[in-house]
């Protein structure tokens, strides 16, 4: 049968912790964990559904495919396969209180990328319950995956976490 991959990046921060906890949610057998760069393409096929996570750690980053972008290089080595036959789901960290009007822009970069390959995304997520006043990674009042805050609001990780595998785990 095939698996989960969730694949994250930068490493030993708040990305890596929120990881580990949405990991931690489903079945051993389910899912692999693997940062991006350690993460090995041969086995692409192995899996139905890619979880992506990552923080928002300002345009540049993002937007310039030369950057040293960890992000950049593994979509750039997905594209030298041959058909994607998975779908996604992304997670991302943000602060609202630092960077209200950039709130998780991040998101949309993922979304992005997905929809330039055509790839299915599950897992919105709705903005009720934030405080921020813009955010490039919304569509419909909903974020277009997780949005995490653990600056701002360490205490809503673990039910914002439940609750949201819990709909990917009903959407596979
Ligand atoms: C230089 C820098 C830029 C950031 N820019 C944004 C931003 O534009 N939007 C946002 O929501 N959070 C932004 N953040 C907050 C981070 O996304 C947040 O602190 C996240 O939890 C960091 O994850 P990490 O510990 O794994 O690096 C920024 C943080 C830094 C250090």
């Known amino acids: 049968m095939k698996k989960i991959i969730l694949l994250y990046w930068g490493m030993g921060g708040n990305v890596e912790k929120a990881a580990r906890k949405v990991y931690s949610m489903f079945d051993r057998e389910m899912i692999d964990i693997a940062d991006v760069v350690s993460f090995d393409m041969n086995t692409l096929g192995n899996y139905k559904l890619m979880i992506f ?8 980053n993002w937007i310039d495919a030369k950057a ?19 779908t996604a789901a992304f997670f991302g960290l943000g602060d609202q209180v630092l960077y209200p009007d950039h709130f998780v822009d991040g998101l949309s970069v993922f979304q992005e990328e997905m929809d330039k390959r055509k790839i299915k995304v599950i897992g919105q997520w709705p903005v009720e319950g934030y405080k921020f006043s813009d955010s490039d990674g919304i569509e419909n009042d909903h974020f277009y995956g997780l949005a995490l805050d653990l600056d701002n609001e360490p205490e809503l990780t673990d039910e914002r ?11 596979l």
């Open 161 to 171: 976490i439940k609750a949201w595998t819990k709909i990917i785990k009903q959407n």
């Open 53 to 60: 996570g990552s923080s928002t750690i300002g345009a540049e």
């Open 68 to 86: 040293d972008n960890e992000w950049n290089r593994f979509f750039r080595k997905l594209d030298k396969q041959g058909s994607l036959n998975f």
